[in-house]
Nanobody, 123 residues
C-alpha cells in the first residue's frame, strides 16, 4: 500500500504560482508512475501530467505545457508540481495518484490516491 498526501494548494491571482507536493509513505515510488489530476466543480477528473518516478520522464497535457513542471525527489519519496502563470481555468482540486502504466489518462488505472488539495485562481 502507498499512502499519498498532497499539500501546497491555496488561492492566488491570475499569473501567480503555486507549488504542490505529494508525499508518499508505506512503499517507495520507484516502481510507479505518479500523475497529477484535477477536478473542477461539476466536471470530470482530468489528467494533468505524469512522471516516471524511476527515470524522471514526464508528460503533460497540452494546456499546461510550458506553465507546469512535475518533478520528484527520490530520497524523500515525493513528487512536486510547480504551477506558474496560473489561469482561472486551473481552479480545481488537485490530486496525485500512483500507478504502473505510462501516460494513462484514465483515473481508474491508478491504484493509490491522495485526498486532494484545492487550488483557486482569481482574476
Amino acid at each position: 500500500q502507498v499512502q499519498l498526501v498532497e499539500s501546497g494548494g491555496g488561492s492566488v491571482q491570475v499569473g501567480g504560482s503555486l507549488r504542490l507536493s505529494c508525499a508518499a509513505s508505506g512503499r517507495t515510488l520507484e516502481t510507479y508512475t505518479v500523475a497529477w489530476f484535477r477536478q473542477a466543480p461539476g466536471k470530470e477528473r482530468e489528467f494533468v501530467t505524469v512522471i516516471n518516478f524511476s527515470n524522471g520522464n514526464t508528460y503533460y497535457m497540452d494546456s499546461v505545457k510550458g506553465r507546469f513542471t512535475v518533478s520528484r525527489d527520490n530520497a524523500k519519496n515525493m513528487v512536486f508540481l510547480q504551477m506558474n502563470s496560473l489561469k482561472p481555468e486551473d481552479t480545481a482540486v488537485y490530486y496525485c495518484a500512483a500507478g504502473r502504466n505510462w501516460i494513462v489518462r484514465n483515473p481508474a488505472q491508478y491504484y493509490f490516491w491522495g485526498q486532494g488539495t484545492q487550488v483557486t485562481v482569481s482574476s
